[in-house]
């Protein structure tokens, strides 16, 4: 752990992840966040998509530091003991996918994914800035009042081009294809912004590029680029909208989802059935 996340953890904060938990079902932030419940079940998408992204992580890394990438066949290796060791000791039952039912089938899709990554990947004109790179900022509400509450969150790869302009990007694992309006109403990458404005990256009023590099979980599987750009007023919203969610958690409104593919992974459906 950097001495930076440290410092940030010390503080009193709310990630994007929870913010992101709360509107999508606030009755499961209640679970995971206040009570801390151990998980029924996982999904095999978390273990598998935290994999892929310490493998992203160490490509980059390697790139930034020595100016070459890994070998392909350390990052193949590093993918496969890290999931092997997350499935066999899980305390929980995995929740296989129809697209790789066991994990050998889930090993397969990886490699094919890191393969199809590592020749897909072009840094061309970039200048890597940082990776997995840990930010914090003062959440205000509405009438510009600073709360005791701090938003946190982890740009997975901070760019430069060759403009001198930066670019966030985010890298996600997906079976299905992303829709534009989607990736420019995505709340994650509004945070990212929001962080790096207050944190001095970039000017107050200035719009932020951003990029989300998807790799697809198909039986050939593609890298897709995804861009869209957040501004000041994208900004001032999310800040709206994190103090809206602050103050239901404060006042304890928790509630159920109506439905949607989150709950079919949900690892508190027992008790959301027994709420």
Same mark, same amino acid.
């Given at each position: 752990?950097?001495?930076?996340?440290?410092?940030?953890?010390?503080?009193?904060?709310?990630?994007?992840?929870?913010?992101?938990?709360?509107?999508?079902?606030?009755?499961?932030?209640?679970?995971?966040?206040?009570?801390?419940?151990?998980?029924?079940?996982?999904?095999?998408?978390?273990?598998?998509?935290?994999?892929?992204?310490?493998?992203?992580?160490?490509?980059?890394?390697?790139?930034?530091?020595?100016?070459?990438?890994?070998?392909?066949?350390?990052?193949?290796?590093?993918?496969?003991?890290?999931?092997?060791?997350?499935?066999?000791?899980?305390?929980?039952?995995?929740?296989?996918?129809?697209?790789?039912?066991?994990?050998?089938?889930?090993?397969?899709?990886?490699?094919?994914?890191?393969?199809?990554?590592?020749?897909?990947?072009?840094?061309?004109?970039?200048?890597?800035?940082?990776?997995?790179?840990?930010?914090?900022?003062?959440?205000?509400?509405?009438?510009?009042?600073?709360?005791?509450?701090? *938003?946190? /969150?982890?740009?997975?790869?901070?760019?430069?081009? %060759?403009? &001198? !302009?930066?670019?966030?990007? $985010?890298?996600?694992? +997906?079976?299905?294809?992303?829709?534009?309006?989607?990736?420019?109403?995505?709340?994650?990458?509004?945070?990212?912004?929001?962080?790096?404005?207050?944190?001095?990256?970039?000017?107050?009023?200035?719009?932020?590029?951003?990029?989300?590099?998807?790799?697809?979980?198909?039986?050939?599987?593609?890298?897709?680029?995804?861009?869209?750009?957040?501004?000041?007023?994208?900004?001032?919203?999310?800040?709206?909208?994190?103090?809206?969610? *602050?103050? /239901?958690?404060?006042?304890?409104?928790?509630?159920? %989802?109506? &439905? !949607?593919?989150?709950?079919? $992974?949900?690892?508190? +459906?027992?008790?959301?059935?027994?709420?």
């Amino acid at each position: 752990m950097t001495q930076a996340l440290q410092q940030i953890q010390a503080e009193l904060y709310v990630s994007f992840s929870q913010i992101f938990t709360y509107l999508n079902c606030s009755l499961k932030y209640q679970f995971q966040y206040l009570e801390q419940r151990p998980a029924e079940r996982m999904s095999s998408s978390l273990p598998f998509g935290k994999e892929i992204h310490n493998v992203l992580e160490n490509y980059y890394r390697e790139v930034k530091e020595y100016g070459h990438p890994p070998q392909l066949e350390r990052l193949l290796t590093v993918f496969k003991e890290g999931l092997t060791l997350q499935i066999e000791q899980s305390h929980v039952p995995i929740i296989f996918k129809k697209e790789a039912p066991d994990l050998a089938s889930l090993l397969e899709m990886g490699h094919s994914i890191i393969q199809v990554f590592y020749k897909s990947v072009d840094l061309a004109g970039y200048e890597i800035v940082d990776i997995e790179l840990p930010l914090s900022a003062p959440l205000y509400d509405e009438n510009g009042q600073s709360q005791d509450i701090k *938003l946190f /969150g982890v740009i997975d790869l901070l760019l430069k081009d %060759s403009t &001198g !302009g930066l670019i966030v990007v $985010d890298n996600k694992t +997906s079976a299905q294809k992303k829709q534009q309006s989607a990736i420019d109403e995505d709340l994650q990458m509004t945070a990212y912004s929001y962080l790096l404005a207050t944190n001095g990256y970039i000017f107050p009023r200035a719009e932020v590029k951003c990029r989300f590099d998807v790799l697809r979980k198909l039986k050939t599987p593609t890298m897709e680029y995804y861009t869209t750009t957040r501004t000041a007023e994208h900004r001032k919203r999310f800040a709206k909208l994190a103090s809206r969610v *602050l103050r /239901g958690i404060e006042n304890r409104i928790f509630c159920p %989802s109506s &439905g !949607g593919w989150l709950c079919s $992974d949900c690892q508190y +459906s027992e008790a959301c059935k027994r709420w």
